[in-house]
């Protein structure tokens, strides 16, 4: 029974280039979560998957963030023209459908470093 | 719209004693589910207690149980027999119930340090 799974775990870029950071959702859950996390600061919602749609996105997410998940499996998270400001922590979750009492189950982050 | 509030930044509690830290929250919705996270310094957010709006008893797990005062609305943690390996990030996040994508909010989160 393995959790959500990130890769990679740190990257570190130079601004202006672009990073992709791949989720592995727990196989069974239909819903997948991005948040983005800076320091001392609690996770904040970016983007929601239902299978393969994208049902809803946060005013943070830029037209520079583009999130796929192409066949309702995996997902992925690209950041084009990185800025420094998005030096962060991209963290991703899956759940299973259903009412407010399933759990949102987190994998261990992706650390991102714009230089 | 939902917001969860901590205030406390930082707490410090020996090892073997009881913390409580302190979450209120703010909704609309009549269904909701509160959710308590544990980050340590590695990253990962580690789930630990789940109260719903509608649960009359007390959510406990092991040394950790929500202390649930809805007309108040607050969602307080308490850790009992505190153990050195909870020293971490703890966050209160809620889910609303009301046919939306079930996406959680957070609060700031609370630095617990357990000194031996």
């Known amino acids: 029974d393995t959790g959500v799974s990130q890769n990679p775990r740190h990257k570190i870029t130079k601004r202006g280039q672009n990073v992709t950071f791949r989720c592995d959702p727990i196989?069974?859950?239909?819903?997948l979560y991005w948040y983005r996390q800076t320091l001392g600061q609690g996770p904040e919602f970016l983007t929601y998957?239902?299978?393969?749609?994208?049902?809803?996105k946060s005013r943070l997410l830029s037209d520079r963030f583009s999130a796929e998940r192409p066949k309702g499996s995996f997902s992925t998270l690209e950041i084009q023209r990185t800025e420094q400001g998005d030096s962060a922590m991209y963290l991703c979750?899956?759940?299973?459908?259903?009412?407010?009492?399933?759990?949102?189950?987190f994998g261990e982050g992706s650390w991102l470093t714009v230089v | 719209a939902q917001k969860i509030t901590q205030t406390q930044p930082g707490m410090f509690v020996q090892e073997k004693e009881a913390v409580t830290l302190d979450c209120t929250y703010d909704?609309?919705?009549?269904?909701?589910?509160l959710f308590w996270y544990k980050q340590p310094s590695s990253g990962e957010m580690i789930f630990l207690i789940y109260q719903g709006s509608y649960d009359e008893q007390n959510a406990t797990e092991g040394r950790y149980s929500l202390n649930f005062q809805k007309a108040r609305k607050s969602a307080n943690l308490v850790i009992s027999a505190s153990q050195l390996g909870d020293s971490a990030m703890y966050f209160c996040a809620m889910r609303g119930g009301s046919g939306n994508t079930g996406k959680l909010i957070f609060g700031q989160g609370t630095t617990l340090q357990v000194k031996p």
């Open positions: 909704t609309s919705d009549q269904s909701y589910g």
């Open positions: 979750a899956s759940s299973p459908a259903g009412g407010y009492g399933n759990t949102i189950y």
């Open positions: 998957f239902q299978n393969e749609a994208q049902l809803e």
């Open positions: 196989s069974e859950h239909n819903r």
